[in-house]
T-cell receptor, first 110, second 113 residues
Framework: KQEVTQIPAALSVPEGENLVLNCSFT??????LQWFRQDPGKGLTSLLL?????REQTSGRLNASLDKSSGRSTLYIAASQPGDSATYLC?????????FGRGTSLIVHP | DAGITQSPRHKVTETGTPVTLRCHQT?????MYWYRQDPGHGLRLIHY???????DKGEVSDGYSVSRSKTEDFLLTLESATSSQTSVYFC????????????FGPGTRLLVL
């Protein structure tokens, strides 16, 4: 059974900082890994999808890397803004079923 | 935004009553999923479907059943609701899980008294 751990569980930073969110998983036999954002009381919004053959994906100020062999992924957020405040979840996907971590709750204060 | 709606959005019910939640998509995606989200547990898969009338169990399927008679609709039924099924329920869709992302609905908040 896939186990997914996200560290840290919570993070509070001042605006402008560069951030690193970590995701580790136990089963490296995955097709892809997704990063999602969830705002309070809302559904999940996809941020980035990395295929198992890829090492990283970038979208704007977000960059996600994947090291499948070591079971790790990192989400890098550059120049954080208050609007980045949300919970970030990673989900490695195997056998067509993603498994979700519990997320990192991020607060960016002005 | 992907066309996914969930109904109802909020529901309060009593222990022992049956409850049906509906997920409707306009994207014609093949795969549909039901998750529940609880503090301390994160997002857990209840059931999923890989086509009309094709469904399978997820991690926490006890006490739940599903049906998919049309591509666009995926129903989740709590056969006899219990307080432990108080949760937020999310539906998700995907056309090709190995290659494409999932899209999530807005969620249904269910309170079982």
């Amino acid at each position: 059974k896939q186990e997914v751990t996200q560290i840290p569980a919570a993070l509070s930073v001042p605006e402008g900082e560069n951030l690193v969110l970590n995701c580790s998983f136990t089963d490296s036999a995955i097709y892809n890994l997704q990063w999602f954002r969830q705002d309070p009381g809302k559904g999940l919004t996809s941020l980035l999808l990395i295929q198992s053959s890829q090492r990283e994906q970038t979208s704007g100020r977000l960059n996600a890397s994947l090291d499948k062999s070591s079971g790790r992924s990192t989400l890098y957020i550059a120049a954080s803004q208050p609007g980045d405040s949300a919970t970030y979840l990673c989900a490695p996907g195997g056998s067509y079923i993603p498994t979700f971590g519990r997320g990192t709750s991020l607060i960016v204060h002005p | 935004d992907a066309g996914i709606t969930q109904s109802p959005r909020h529901k309060v019910t009593e222990t022992g009553t049956p409850v049906t939640l509906r997920c409707h998509q306009t994207e014609n995606h093949r795969y549909m999923y039901w998750y529940r989200q609880d503090p301390g547990h994160g997002l857990r898969l209840i059931h999923y479907s890989y086509g009309v009338k094709d469904t399978d169990k997820g991690e926490v399927s006890d006490g739940y059943s599903v049906s998919r008679s049309k591509t666009e609709d995926f129903l989740l039924t709590l056969e006899s609701a219990t307080s432990s099924q108080t949760s937020v329920y999310f539906c998700a869709i995907s056309e090709s899980p190995s290659e494409e992302t999932q899209y999530f609905g807005p969620g249904t908040r269910l309170l079982v008294l």
